[in-house]
Antibody
Framework: EVQLVQSGAEVKKPGESLKISCKGS????????IGWVRQMPGKGLEWMGI????????RYSPSVQGQVTISADKSINTAYLHWSSLKASDTAMYFC????????????WGQGTLVTVSS | NFMLTQPHSVSGSPGKTITISCTRS????????VQWYQQRPGSSPTTLIF?????PSGVPHRFSGSIDSSSNSASLTISGLKTEDEADYYC??????????FGGGTKLTVL
């Protein structure tokens, strides 16, 4: 079974750093794209970026470029989303999802990681 | 850049048919594939339709997708409504600069 399992919920203070993870199993992790999608409280889905683990080709949405870093460690089938300095506005649910092409569809999705940033 | 506009909400009775539209603000709706995702409360999204009209295995035939170039929109039709269909529905397509674009989502209420 193809699965993406994300790391657990986080509560952080503004200015702190954070890296959340997304571990793939049941398929060849290197040869599928992994995307990240943000969902702010009560709001819709927003695409953040996507990475191809085999060569770390990364594309970012202009709305988050410079605010987050996407990476992957193909040796452990894991993709990451990293913030160096969190803001309260980063409070959201974050989903990772697999795609078989850079212009494809997301399937499956991870279970989501809730990030709460509050002083 | 373009936007995908969906109605905020739609409703229908069990057994009936509803349609959710997804209108592209600029450029042709037919120039890039459209996907549809379902997100039940408290759950991750799941794929209902990919490449305009195709259903992943396991998605019931009650769900169908279409494209209408005259209105520059895509549509998701759900027939034989069930209470379990109550969820948020999102369309998604591609843009040359921002790559992936999601619609704002539509809340379906099954009365």
């Amino acid at each position: 079974e193809v699965q993406l399992v994300q790391s657990g919920a986080e509560v952080k203070k503004p200015g702190e750093s954070l890296k959340i993870s997304c571990k793939g199993s049941g398929y060849s992790f290197n040869t599928y794209w992994i995307g990240w999608v943000r969902q702010m409280p009560g709001k819709g889905l927003e695409w953040m970026g996507i990475i191809y683990p085999d060569d770390s080709d990364i594309r970012y949405s202009p709305s988050v470029q410079g605010q987050v870093t996407i990476s992957a460690d193909k040796s452990i089938n894991t993709a990451y989303l990293h913030w160096s300095s969190l803001k309260a506005s980063d409070t959201a649910m974050y989903f990772c999802a697999r795609a078989d092409g850079i212009r494809s569809w997301f399937d499956p999705w991870g279970q989501g990681t809730l990030v709460t940033v509050s002083s | 850049n373009f936007m995908l506009t969906q109605p905020h909400s739609v409703s229908g009775s069990p057994g009936k048919t509803i349609t959710i539209s997804c209108t592209r603000s600029s450029g042709s709706i037919a120039s890039n594939y459209v996907q549809w995702y379902q997100q039940r409360p408290g759950s991750s999204p799941t794929t209902l339709i990919f490449e305009d009209t195709h259903r992943p295995s396991g998605v019931p035939h009650r769900f169908s997708g279409s494209i209408d170039s005259s209105s520059n929109s895509a549509s998701l039709t759900i027939s034989g409504l069930k209470t379990e269909d109550e969820a948020d529905y999102y369309c998604q397509s591609y843009d040359s600069s921002t790559l992936w674009v999601f619609g704002g989502g539509t809340k379906l209420t099954v009365l």
